[in-house]
């Protein structure tokens, strides 16, 4: 025994679920980023915030003038002494104005619809903790999907029942299967539905979503995460059909569309009854004042208007990247849809023309020389359900792109004219994603 001597056990006094935990991954937990890598990875906006910034990064207006459109994003330092504020009623004014487009209801989205959080995955694990009981409850995972859903419920002790994605449609949901599972065990107390999928970047239809809701016995919540929902097409957003399911909870974040991954600000809109029990047991001030007026500011119109032409820059540059990706030798299909900021791409053992087949000992190669020896560092997605040989590619910028598909190209070509070798290099790096890599 060192220090102190104690009779304290790590491995008989932490939770036996926490002690088996594995934890969430992300590609720079392989590659340290160190200022100079081409992050093409964790489908940020490659493009930088949503604010009227000047080039050395400080806002264009640089004081509020009175007007709630033109507020600068601007943080009140000398404040920083006072707690912030507890409700951040302005906030989740600001989110339901940008989500009331009565697309799919003539009812108005009210603050008493939100709960806002630390990213979404403040709303994951505090909808798990609301609704599910440790040990005995389970939830409902739809894979290949987003890995923090499983891992929150590990967290929670919670069991994680899956019912895939039609891998022979697009990943396309399959409600009656989901349906059914719910019919046959009423522990699932939550149905996490991602949309645009992550890694499959195609959007729930809404029909698919309503036969879920539909349920005639099952008594329980469906969640749906918009994060990427920005990219889809308009209209696509189902928040403001909260108002017409009391089950129904629609997850966003300012982290990928608004390019504020560094803020931490995710919402979940649902019904009044659910969003005051979420709101009554998160911690009294979860939302910074600095994350609260960045995300206020971006709410703005003049900043909306830097998020939609940032995110036209990205569409521009994901269709530049369908046409020219399938053009290097040894890229197979794109899997999924196209309704988000990533593309999942196969990675073949040989070019198209030759035969080539998904394979995720190739796929595995061309993701570490990448990030090794070219600066570019992407996601391996070849062990989730239907994603073979895949990885899964952010939208950068357009010299981002550049650079992507001239290393690619070069990547390709050096392990594709070396294949008897490379495949049997790499095994044990894919052995070990499959085994420990749980982020989708």
């Not at 709410?299 to 369908?322: F, G, S």
Request: proline content about 7%; hydrophobic content about 35%.
């Amino acid at each position: 025994m060192t220090g102190h001597e104690s009779p304290f056990d790590l491995s008989t006094c932490a939770r036996p679920n926490i002690l088996a935990l594995e934890p969430y991954r992300c590609a720079r937990d392989d590659y340290k980023d160190d200022g100079t890598n081409i992050l093409l990875d964790a489908n940020e906006n490659a493009y930088g915030p949503a604010l009227e910034l000047r080039a050395e990064g400080k806002p264009k207006h640089g004081a509020v003038n009175g007007h709630v459109d033109q507020r600068a994003a601007e943080i009140d330092l000398l404040g920083l002494n006072r707690y912030p504020d507890p409700h951040q009623n302005e906030l989740k004014q600001l989110l339901c104005a940008l989500r009331n487009t009565h697309h799919h209801t003539s009812r108005n989205l009210q603050p008493e619809n939100l709960f806002v959080g630390s990213g979404s995955d403040e709303a994951i694990d505090a909808l798990l903790r609301c609704f599910c009981t440790p040990g005995r409850d389970k939830i409902l995972t739809c894979p290949p999907t987003y890995g923090m859903y499983a891992v929150s419920a590990q967290v929670n002790d919670l069991e994680v029942v899956k019912v895939p994605l039609d891998t022979s449609k697009a990943f396309k949901l399959r409600p009656e299967a989901i349906n059914a599972t719910l019919s046959s065990d009423p522990s699932i107390k939550i149905v996490y539905v991602c949309s645009p999928g992550n890694p499959t970047a195609n959007i729930v239809s809404k029909s698919d979503l309503q036969q879920i809701l539909e349920h005639p016995t099952w008594n329980g919540v469906v969640v749906l995460d918009e994060a990427y929902i920005d990219f889809a097409p308009e209209g696509s957003s189902l928040a403001e059909w909260v108002n017409e399911w009391p089950n129904l909870v629609v997850m966003q974040t300012l982290s990928k569309a608004f390019g504020l991954a560094g803020i931490r600000l995710g919402a979940a809109f649902t019904s009044p009854p659910i969003a005051r029990l979420l709101n009554n047991l998160k911690a009294p001030y979860n939302i910074s004042s600095p994350t609260s007026a960045l995300a206020c500011a971006a709410l703005q119109p003049r900043n909306l208007a830097v998020m939609k032409r940032n995110r036209e820059k990205i569409l521009t540059q994901r269709d530049r990247m369908l046409e020219e990706l399938p053009q290097i030798p040894g890229v197979g299909r794109f899997l999924g849809g196209f309704d988000s900021n990533f593309l999942l791409v196969e990675i073949l053992d040989k070019p198209r023309n030759e035969g080539g087949r998904p394979n995720n000992e190739t796929a595995m190669a061309v993701y570490e020389r990448l990030a090794d020896t070219k600066g570019v560092v992407v996601r391996f997605r070849g062990k989730e359900v239907g994603c073979l040989g895949c990885l899964r590619i952010s939208v950068g910028t357009a010299e981002e792109v550049d650079k992507l598909l001239e290393r690619m190209r070069s990547v390709l070509r050096d392990i594709l004219s070396n294949r008897g070798q490379a495949p049997n290099i790499h095994t044990e790096h894919v052995k070990e994603h499959e085994a420990n890599d749980v982020i989708a």
